[in-house]
């Protein structure tokens, strides 16, 4: 792959090359259009372990789309593609799946959930040098709820607000609860799909309220239940982000091909720090690119 140092920053197509940009990236990348056509990668004998590893590809894509549902709407603080992270952690749990061809094997996120513990959003600013307090937390998963608890903090000693950040003159803490189901082969229609269908149906956030970044805090619960409600408490607001939001049963205990495992449904409970901006008409808005996150805990 080559990129393109400088030639006043083109993007788009010139004949036989393709010039486009990367999130994370500040160069221009480019490369060669051709290649098999469409048809013959889809028939032709010769790319069988190709149509393989795209069948596998696809259903690490979709797990990575369940992991990114369960924090939805607040991956804008991300200074990185999280998608190539989240696919790449997929594609890593799928080759432990030794009882299944190349091709068919299952994606038990719930064997290797722990792997998603501390999931940092930034790579030039971790969450943890960001946000100088410590937060606790309670996940359960029987209830499918979870409490962070945030101490209260004086935001010149709570906050690291070098670089850009000091632009902002506000800030909250949201915190975001969901649901990631392993992915399993239907042999039907050769697609993969979640052991239980709650792809995309299982998430809330709960956000403080807005605080001036030369103030301070004070010490709160931030409270999230899948099966609940939304309700406004003490100032804190519980979003219900979409009609996603209600799952009417608890998680469930799965029947699978591996005994040592007695589920396939994970929760996972993310917080990140945003700072926002008025907009013209004096709301506050988070602004994007700016902040850190961080995955909590995954129970």
């Not at 990129?3 to 990348?29: A, P």
């Not at 709820?145 to 607000?161: W, Y």
């Not at 506050?284 to 690119?289: L, T």
Request: net charge positive; with cysteine; hydrophobic share 35%.
């Amino acid at each position: 792959m080559a990129r393109v140092k400088n030639l006043d920053q083109i993007t788009g197509n010139l004949k036989n090359l393709s010039f486009y940009t990367r999130k994370g990236s500040d160069g221009i990348i480019v490369r060669t259009k051709g290649g098999a056509t469409k048809e013959k990668i889809k028939r032709d004998p010769a790319f069988a372990g190709l149509r393989k590893a795209n069948k596998e590809f696809g259903g690490c894509s979709k797990m990575g789309k369940q992991i990114r549902m369960a924090f939805y709407g607040l991956g804008h603080v991300a200074d990185y593609n999280l998608s190539a992270v989240l696919n790449r952690l997929a594609k890593d749990i799928q080759k432990t799946d030794s009882l299944h061809p190349a091709g068919e094997r299952d994606i038990r996120f719930s064997a290797y959930r722990f792997l998603l513990k501390g999931f940092d959003f930034g790579r030039t600013t971790r969450f943890a040098s960001l946000l100088r307090v410590p937060l606790s937390y309670n996940l359960v998963r029987q209830k499918q709820e979870a409490v962070l608890q945030i101490p209260a903090f004086a935001c010149s000693f709570g906050l690291n607000m070098q670089d850009t950040r000091a632009a902002y003159s506000y800030f909250r803490i949201t915190a975001a609860l969901g649901i990631v189901t392993d992915m399993t082969l239907n042999p039907q229609n050769q697609q993969y799909e979640p052991v239980h269908d709650k792809l995309g149906q299982g998430y809330r956030t709960c956000s403080t309220e807005w605080y001036s970044t030369a103030g301070s805090v004070p010490e709160q619960e931030l409270s999230l239940l899948l099966l609940a409600e939304s309700a406004t408490s003490g100032g804190v607001t519980q979003q219900t982000t979409s009609e996603r939001v209600t799952l009417s049963d608890p998680l469930t205990i799965a029947e699978n091909p591996y005994p040592i495992f007695d589920d396939s449904d994970s929760l996972v409970l993310t917080v990140v720090l945003e700072f926002g901006a008025p907009d013209a008409f004096g709301h506050i808005m988070p602004v994007r690119g700016v902040g850190g996150g961080m995955v909590l805990g995954v129970e």
